[in-house]
T-cell receptor, first 112, second 110 residues
Framework: NAGVTQTPKFQVLKTGQSMTLQCAQDMNHEYMSWYRQDPGMGLRLIHY???????DQGEVPNGYNVSRSTTEDFPLRLLSAAPSQTSVYFC???????????FGSGTRLTVV | LAKTTQPISMDSYEGQEVNITCSHN???????ITWYQQFPSQGPRFIIQ???TKVTNEVASLFIPADRKSSTLSLPRVSLSDTAVYYCLVGRGSARQLTFGSGTQLTVLP
């Protein structure tokens, strides 16, 4: 049972490039979320999903897109990377709303 | 959204009980209180959740007074490995309502 798997673990992008951060869970969880964490700060919600085909914006959605075509996968797309998007990105999932989210190990993204 | 206030940092010694208090004055009737632990370079890990009174599991206890305007996470007999950031979250239902503040940096000293 792998839990929540995020790939890649590290990524360096040039300004203006696009990329997709992958997130997959094998727990059949309906609820999935993406967060970013900047140095010394708490996590901020980017986008979330309450089931396949249903997504919504969080606190800091600008510059990011998501889709949820399957229960297992919830990829996060950076449309045109900017240095302000340098951060650590965490994906999380839960089988019950507002209870016991399981987090992935994170993707450390640097935009130069 | 219920806003939470926690101490920025706390120090303790191995073997002591540690209590971290979180204030949430505008908690709504249906809101639950959830605590997470985060080690450096890792994602947060769920510790405990409660609605009222006291909840205990194998890791921690959560005390919630009758007015629910605050809560206290209690870690019994901490060890060096409990050094981490602890987050108090208040919300219900949608992930949009779960807000991570800056958390409390707990440092356990030998």
């Amino acid at each position: 049972n792998a839990g929540v798997t995020q790939t890649p673990k590290f990524q360096v992008l040039k300004t203006g490039q696009s990329m997709t951060l992958q997130c997959a869970q094998d727990m059949n969880h309906e609820y999935m979320s993406w967060y970013r964490q900047d140095p010394g700060m708490g996590l901020r919600l980017i986008h979330y999903s309450v089931g396949a085909g249903i997504t919504d914006q969080g606190e800091v959605p600008n510059g990011y897109n998501v889709s949820r075509s399957t229960t297992e996968d919830f990829p996060l797309r950076l449309l045109s990377a900017a240095p302000s998007q340098t951060s650590v990105y965490f994906c999380a999932s839960s089988g019950v709303p507002n209870y016991g989210y399981t987090f992935g190990s994170g993707t450390r993204l640097t935009v130069v | 959204l219920a806003k939470t206030t926690q101490p920025i940092s706390m120090d303790s010694y191995e073997g002591q009980e540690v209590n971290i208090t979180c204030s949430h004055n505008n908690i709504a009737t249906n809101d639950y209180i959830t605590w997470y632990q985060q080690f450096p370079s890792q994602g947060p890990r769920f510790i405990i959740q409660g609605y009222k009174t006291k909840v205990t599991n194998e890791v921690a206890s959560l005390f919630i007074p009758a007015d629910r305007k605050s809560s206290t996470l209690s870690l019994p007999r901490v060890s060096l490995s409990d050094t981490a950031v602890y987050y108090c979250l208040v919300g219900r239902g949608s992930a949009r309502q779960l807000t991570f503040g800056s958390g409390t940096q707990l440092t356990v000293l030998p």
